[in-house]
């Protein structure tokens, strides 16, 4: 407890003082809110458009907890196959990685062509973004299977499919963590830019279309709330990734075990 | 089949005839033939980067002969193939999964089988008791300390209640203490399993303390000199004090020389 307090303190404290700066500065030259609202005046927005906002930030964190699933199953699914035969891996992955520099703002009107306005597609966003370095991390962790314990199920003459589900995805375990912690930033992102093309305008916007919509409307400080709150969306899902890999990742470590 | 019934099918006797061995090209191996009788203890020493690792990996099957041959024989002499169950190994490193608990890293080769759970967890019960390891069979590999983490590699390769036993530099990251409790250990284990053993060590004390006969390999690439009985008025203290211990270590070790100054 008193550790995490300690891990905690700094940047809430340089946070708030930032902050404290921010409103000064807004303060003495007298910036209109249309160009950088007060946090003051972003803390009000956030107040007063509580329904709105709290309607879309629903909307976003499902667009990213279900993109980032979706990304973490395909993901883990794919590198393993890919990790377990060469010819797939020589086939798939340089395509893979091509098709991960596809930038997502010029797919998502594919997405609005093939699967609507909506979370549909905002959620499918979230997933491509997501669902390479879980690919990836998965088949790197795959590769790094310790070749001495390698040999010990050659030697017991274990089958293809006990080989990879005892051996080899246990040990892209902590490969796997790593590569989710990374897509659990980026389906965020890819959630919130898929809202700007593809995001459903009605009550229930995302974080997105808030966001398109309150910088036409010169709401500044709603624009600003709403940035925040998908920065908020994305400490929380990245927390409850970090906090589930951590526990799979306990078995791996004597450290956390002992703790207990 | 019953896991209990294979002690009685006694150690597999190995015939190794003029094996050799290449990796791209150049022998690792170079001239190695031994005769193991069913149920003995051999060790083997000799120059490191001999080929001693190379030898006990072909005998287990991990790598093919570039030439020569390795047959298998059962107690009355008869030819016979191996199977998994058959040859238990044992690393240096131990080589456990550490994402798994101690009794299930030691039921891992029966799990890998098909053995049922209820079976596999007796089977590795009675291993862990038999090692002196109750109490930790929930414990993580990296909880333990290295000797009991050999001791566990030990009963996993013992619970398949294998024919042969191959340990490859089992002890050599322990401490002198550890060591010398784990070889007793292993000396009763070796006689009450029956298996026939083949323990390749860099300590000459170890070799002769614990074989039936040791097989010097000598200079590199090893090539194999005719094995040197042993015969010990006891394996214990007393042993290790005796004149009969000292002279055969020396024995040993003068065969070993005779390697390196052939090299030099
Ligand atoms: N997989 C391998 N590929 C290439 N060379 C190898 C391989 N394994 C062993 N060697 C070489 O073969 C020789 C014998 O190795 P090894 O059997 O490990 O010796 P020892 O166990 O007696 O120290 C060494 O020169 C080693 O470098
Ligand atoms: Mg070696």
Known sequence: MKRSLLVAMPPLLVLLIALLLWEGVVAAWKLPAYLLPSPSAVARACWEERARLGAGTLQTLMASVGGFGLAALIGVVAGSALGSSRMLQRGFYPLALLFQMVPLVAIAPLLVIWLGYGLRSTLAAAAIVAVFPVLASTLDGMRGTDAGLREIFGIYRAGRWARWWKLELPSAVPSIVTGCRVAAGLAVIGAVVGEFVSGYAGDQAPLGIVITASMREARTDLVFAAVALSACVGFLLFGIVSGLGWLLLRRWHASAVQEN | ?264
């Open chain 2, 1 to 264: 089949m019953s896991v209990d019934g294979r002690a009685l099918r006694g150690g597999l006797g190995v015939r190794v005839r003029d094996a050799r061995v290449q990796f791209q090209g150049t022998d690792a191996l170079a001239n190695a033939s031994v005769h193991i009788q069913s149920g003995e203890f051999l060790s083997i020493v000799g120059d490191s980067g001999g080929g001693k690792t190379t030898l006990l990996r072909a005998i287990g099957g991990l790598l093919a002969l570039t030439s020569g041959s390795i047959d298998f024989t059962d107690v009355a002499g008869a030819s016979v193939q191996v199977g998994p169950r058959d040859v238990g190994f044992c690393f240096q490193e131990g080589r456990l999964l550490p994402w798994r608990t101690v009794a299930a890293n030691v039921a891992l080769p029966l799990e890998l089988e098909g053995v049922g759970k209820g079976e596999r967890l007796d089977a590795a019960h009675a291993m862990l008791e038999r090692m002196r390891l109750v109490g930790v069979e929930r414990k993580m590999p990296s909880q333990l300390s290295g000797g009991m983490r050999m001791r566990v590699a030990m009963a996993r390769a013992l619970v398949t209640r294998p024919r042969l036993l191959l340990l490859d530099e089992p002890f050599g990251a322990l401490d002198e203490f550890t060591r010398v409790a784990l070889d007793e250990e292993l000396l009763s284990l070796a006689r009450e399993s029956g298996a026939t053993c083949v323990l390749v060590t860099h300590s000459i004390q170890e070799a002769v303390l614990l074989a039936d006969r040791v097989l010097v390999l000598r200079g590199r690439p090893g090539v194999s000199q005719t094995p040197i009985a042993v015969s010990l008025p006891s394996r214990d203290e007393d042993g290790r004090m005796s004149l009969e211990f000292a002279s055969l270590c020396a024995i040993v070790q003068r065969e070993l020389r005779a390697g390196s100054e052939r090299a030099a």
